[in-house]
Antibody, heavy 124, light 106 residues
Framework: EVQLLESGGGWVQPGGSLRLSCAAS????????MNWVRQAPGKGLEWVSA????????HYTDSVKGRFIISRDNSKNTLSLQMNNLRAEDTAVYYC?????????????????WGQGVLVTVSS | DIQMTQSPSSLSASVGDRVTITCRAS??????LNWYLQRPGQAPTLLVY???SVQSGVPSRFSGSGSGTDFTLTISSLHPEDFATYYC?????????FGPGTKVEI
């Protein structure tokens, strides 16, 4: 059974940093691209970032470029999101989600498994 | 970025009703359009991918159609567990973008 478990969320002041992790199990982690998707309180879904199965091929939404870094450790089946210079508008539940392809690319791809999410609150 | 819109933003329905939700893209996304369901307090789950392919394990009452800019998700007969919010997502180009959601209420 595919399982994704996020951790590392919490409260941080504006300008601060936080590192999210997603522990994966039940599948060959290195064979799949992984994504982060977030959801601000009471709002819709926003795709944040994607990373290829080999740890290359990174993509980010414009609002987090230069501030967030996605990475993975295939030896530990773990996906990470290093979030720096956090802003109030980054407050959200962050979900990790498995892609159906190895290399993230525009085209026929979808997110077939999602974690339960972790809350990040950026506030003074 | 490709903008996604959904209509209606919310709807009231009853168990057994047929429900249709529309998703429109600001430019053609071919058939690279997915649908997700999200129940309150839970993570999204995949319903339909590439516009019309129903994900394994999803009940047959769910179906999707469309291509280009206009898409629909149809629930042929609402079950109690279907009262939730539905999102469309385009993966035609980066960044992938989601619609604002359609909340199906009793």
């Amino acid at each position: 059974e595919v399982q994704l478990l996020e951790s590392g969320g919490g409260w941080v002041q504006p300008g601060g940093s936080l590192r999210l992790s997603c522990a994966a199990s039940g599948f060959t982690f290195s064979a799949y691209a992984m994504n982060w998707v977030r959801q601000a309180p009471g709002k819709g879904l926003e795709w944040v970032s994607a990373l290829g199965g080999s740890g290359d091929n990174r993509h980010y939404t414009d609002s987090v470029k230069g501030r967030f870094i996605i990475s993975r450790d295939n030896s530990k089946n773990t996906l990470s999101l290093q979030m720096n210079n956090l802003r109030a508008e980054d407050t959200a539940v962050y979900y990790c989600a498995r892609d159906i392809v190895l290399i993230p690319a525009a085209g026929g791809t979808w997110l077939d498994h999602w974690g339960q999410g972790v809350l990040v609150t950026v506030s003074s | 970025d490709i903008q996604m819109t959904q209509s209606p933003s919310s709807l009231s329905a009853s168990v057994g009703d047929r429900v249709t939700i529309t998703c429109r893209a600001s430019q053609s996304v071919s058939d690279y359009l997915n649908w997700y369901l999200q129940r309150p307090g839970q993570a999204p789950t995949l319903l339909v991918y590439t516009a019309s392919s129903v994900q394994s394990g999803v009940p047959s009452r769910f179906s999707g159609s469309g291509s280009g800019t206009d898409f629909t998700l149809t629930i042929s007969s609402l079950h109690p567990e279907d009262f939730a919010t539905y999102y469309c997502q385009q993966t035609y180009t980066f960044p992938s973008t989601f619609g604002p959601g359609t909340k199906v209420e009793i």
